[in-house]
C-alpha cells in the first residue's frame, strides 16, 4: 500500500481531476486524507514556442505561500523527477529573492 505520508517534505507532482499537473512541495497531508497543505505550488504549461515545459505560479493575483488542497479534485501523486525537482526548487528561491528585494 502507499502511504502519502512518506512524501510529505518531498517534491512531488500532482495530477488534477481536471488535467493540471501541479508541482509542489508536500508539507502535510491530514489524517482523513482529505487536505494536502502545499508549499509554494507551481503548475506545469507547456511552451508553445517550443513545446518545452515551464513552471508557472498557481495563483498569478495573491500572495501564495502555503495552499490548502481538496484531496478529492487529486487523481494522483508522486515523487517529481530529479530534473523537474531541481528546476522547481531554483524557480522557488528565485521568486523568493525577488519577494524579499521588493520589499527593501
Do not use: C, W
Not at 503548475?43 to 495563483?59: K, M, S
Request: net charge negative; glycine share 4%.
Amino acid at each position: 500500500m502507499y502511504n502519502t505520508d512518506d512524501l510529505v517534505t518531498e517534491i512531488v507532482t500532482l495530477k488534477l481531476s481536471n488535467g493540471i499537473e501541479v508541482v509542489s512541495k508536500l508539507n502535510g497531508v491530514d489524517d482523513e486524507l482529505t487536505t494536502l497543505t502545499l508549499e509554494d505550488p507551481r503548475i506545469v504549461v507547456v511552451n508553445a514556442e517550443d513545446n518545452t515545459l515551464a513552471l508557472v505560479p498557481y495563483v498569478f493575483t495573491g500572495v501564495v505561500g502555503e495552499v490548502i488542497m481538496n484531496a478529492h479534485s487529486v487523481l494522483s501523486v508522486q515523487k517529481t523527477g530529479k530534473e523537474t525537482a531541481e528546476d522547481y526548487i531554483k524557480i522557488v528561491a528565485e521568486d523568493l529573492e525577488k519577494d524579499q528585494s521588493k520589499d527593501s
